[in-house]
């Protein structure tokens, strides 16, 4: 009985956390009388004094599932639908009505959650029987869409709580996604949704979808982290990155439903604790192939996510798929051509050699000539891999011809072994380069190359965007993507992880493969910019200049390409290989894009402050992620990750005397951290990790050893 006693009193704190009133004597009834005689441990009730849900406790020494048939024979006296079972650590919770077995959940609903739910049942029909609204989706021929939704619901029907979609690039996912939640919003299967993307470019391409597919549903995108999700509002459309900041100020019942586009990469380390917070239905929608984990020469990386992909969401292939091929055979999106043309140092599989004596040593700068020389050791040549080009090693000489070459076929077109000639369209390009500086090189070629076709000398017939560049000429990356998909020029803009995924222009004609890449989602992703219909476009072309297309096996597929063009490889002329130079990689990882903000009306700013409380917080997520925490201790680390966000730009690291400061000394202070972890040694323990891992010396900041601080307090 002590044990039980101990666990109601953490249960009162769990009722606390998401805001139920334990001493207005309505909302919540302990040892409730029932007609049998028995008595309920807790009753919640809503503002009108009608029973919602009952709470079964246990204590931490016997299982909760020993609390079931307890609960569900409480329910049945009371009528209620709702039925948790907790031990002050866990709490599980059951649907009476809809679901066969308890499930573990975060935490308590609250009261307004309850009440939605319960409202919602009195007037919930089959989502099956309910119209699917062909303006939005399935009309025009497009019954991959309205075969998706019929998939979903069914899956719904049957008791199946997460979902994964596999939709080729320009077929309609967003359209789908709108669909399904006004047929499942008509039904009464959900009264408030999420729907995750994990860039703002995606987060504002979905309010402007929703926004014209949806005018009667309100809808509102979260424009950064600190600002409370509007309550009043049926669908919250936000970034992981904001998202993974702000999940803990809500209960677990505050969603029905949750659509987590590009789920491939968006549910993994500290994003996965925020998405496993919430018990609404999950639905995954991904553009690239979830059945390819067992392919004996796939990239580990990209075997890890369709693995873990397939796991998050329960099952071993996705619920519904249509692909590309079925897409293009359909009608609705256009095939592709392949010209591949490789220089003689790109087609050395086995790598190239470069003698000592090839290289200007004189033309060096010399902290490039060192590092150089030490490559070489003693030897009087390297071999280099060709994947290593524009990452370790560029060759002027090498971007030059591939420029050259685009220029050429592209006016003159390229009769192949067969006889027959073929010609790529002019049109928008992407070109999909390494580096930052690879970027600008190009775009200063191809913008040389086509002078003639500029109609000012000031006009940039080719420009650049790299992701998270910073402030300087390139921080109008936005506005740099805007002029290229609404005016004639840029004709071609060159980018380094801005356009691989998520950027809809239809006008595309060509992408340009200077990058290569192991990774068949990264591939796939950057072959989906060309897919999307457009008038007067049939096709467009992959240019082919680092064998991309021969790592991926991408050649004559039906339906997914028309004829591969080979071009023989060729020497490039110019200057001899003195132009070899050592270039450090400086390649962005995708995780850390979102450091640009957007404020409402969807202008983006640099906002460093912002930016790295962002950071920090997603670092702290990673850290609790990988962690095996108490109810207490997270409570406590909650508020903990509150302060270091709050002073983002001032802290270093976060030490225990903080504890005695407020707003952490009115939680107790040091006294109580040290009795939640067990002690001051442990404390300090945890303490530490969490830093090594939040907290970096070269991150934003600088050297925090001289900010005033209040005198560190004796414990």
């Known amino acids: 009985m002590a044990n039980e006693a101990f666990a109601r009193v953490k249960i009162d704190q769990l009722l606390k956390d998401t805001a139920w009133s334990l001493t207005d004597g309505r909302s919540v009834r302990y040892e409730y009388p029932l007609d049998d005689g028995g008595k309920a441990d807790y009753v919640l009730f809503d503002r009108l004094g009608r029973a919602l849900a009952v709470l079964e406790a246990k204590s931490t020494s016997v299982s909760l599932s020993s609390g079931e048939a307890q609960g569900r024979r409480y329910a049945e006296l009371l009528d209620v639908p709702f039925i948790f079972l907790s031990n002050g650590e866990e709490v599980w919770f059951r649907d009476r009505d809809q679901d066969a077995h308890f499930r573990r959940v975060e935490t308590l609903f609250t009261q307004d959650d309850l009440a939605r739910r319960k409202a919602a049942r009195g007037v919930r029909k089959n989502p099956l029987d309910v119209p699917i609204d062909t303006r939005i989706a399935g009309g025009g021929g497009r019954v991959h869409q309205s075969a998706c939704i019929e998939a979903i619901c069914r899956a719904m029907v049957s008791g199946r709580r997460k979902m994964l979609v596999e939709m080729a690039t320009g077929t309609g996912k967003t359209r789908t996604a709108a669909a399904l939640l006004k047929r499942l919003f008509d039904a009464s299967w959900a009264t408030r949704a999420l729907f995750v993307v994990d860039r703002n470019t995606l987060a504002i391409q979905a309010e402007d979808a929703f926004a014209e597919h949806l005018p009667h549903l309100p809808c509102y995108r979260v424009p950064r982290s600190g600002r409370r999700f509007q309550d009043e509002k049926r669908v919250t459309i936000v970034t992981l990155q904001t998202l993974v900041n702000e999940y803990e100020k809500y209960s677990s019942g505050y969603f029905d439903v949750i659509i987590i586009d590009e789920c491939h990469r968006s549910i993994y380390g500290q994003w996965r604790r925020a998405l496993d917070h919430f018990d609404g239905i999950k639905i995954g929608l991904t553009a690239t192939p979830c059945v390819m984990q067992d392919a004996p020469d796939i990239d580990e990386e990209d075997r890890t996510a369709v693995r873990d992909t397939l796991r998050f969401f329960e099952v071993d292939r996705p619920t519904y798929s249509y ?344 939680n107790g202070g040091f006294a109580r951290a040290c009795a939640v972890f067990g002690g001051e040694a442990e404390l300090e323990r945890v303490l530490a990790g969490m830093n090594a891992a939040v907290f970096s010396p070269d991150q934003e900041g600088g050297d925090h050893t001289d900010a005033p601080r209040p005198d560190k307090p004796t414990h």
């Open 323 to 666: 692909s590309m091929a079925e897409a293009i055979a359909d009608g609705h999106l256009v095939p592709y051509e392949i010209y591949r043309a490789l220089t003689v140092r790109t087609a050395a599989v086995d790598g190239f050699e470069v003698a000592r004596t090839e290289i200007d040593w004189n033309a060096l700068d010399e902290t490039s000539r060192m590092e150089l020389d030490a490559l070489f050791g003693g030897d009087d040549r390297i071999n280099v891999d060709p994947t290593a080009l524009e990452r370790r090693f560029t060759i002027p000489e090498r971007n030059r011809a591939m420029v050259r070459e685009f220029r050429n076929v592209l006016e003159h077109g390229y009769t192949g072994l067969n006889g027959v000639r073929r010609a790529p369209e002019w049109g928008k390009t992407i070109v999909f380069a390494v580096t930052k500086r690879h970027a600008e090189t190009l775009a200063r070629m191809f913008d040389e190359v086509f002078a003639d076709k500029k109609p000012t000398p000031t006009t940039r017939y080719a420009d650049f965007v790299v992701s998270n560049l910073g402030p300087d000429d390139t921080v109008d990356g936005a506005a740099k993507i805007k002029r290229f998909k609404k005016e004639p020029f840029p004709q071609i803009l060159v980018s380094v992880n801005m356009l691989d995924t998520g950027f809809d222009c239809p006008e595309v004609r060509n992408l340009v493969m200077a990058r290569f890449t192991h990774s068949t989602i990264l591939y796939q992703q950057m072959r989906g910019r060309g897919t999307r219909l457009a008038p007067g476009k049939d096709r467009f072309t992959m240019w082919d200049f680092t064998g991309v297309t021969l790592r991926h096996g991408d050649d004559e597929a039906p339906g997914e390409g028309g004829v591969v063009v080979i071009r023989p490889a060729e020497r490039p002329q110019g200057r001899p290989r003195r132009m070899l130079t050592l270039d450090v990689h400086d390649e962005i990882d995708p995780a850390t894009r979102e450091w640009v903000t957007v404020d409402e009306a969807g202008n983006a700013f640099l906002d460093v402050e912002e930016a790295r409380a962002e950071a920090v917080g997603a670092a702290f997520e990673g850290w609790l992620e990988a962690g095996d925490f108490n109810a207490d201790q997270l409570r406590l680390l909650h508020l903990v990750k509150e302060q270091i966000k709050a002073n983002a730009g001032e802290l270093a690291q976060f030490e225990s005397w903080r504890f005695d400061t407020p707003p952490l000394s009115m």
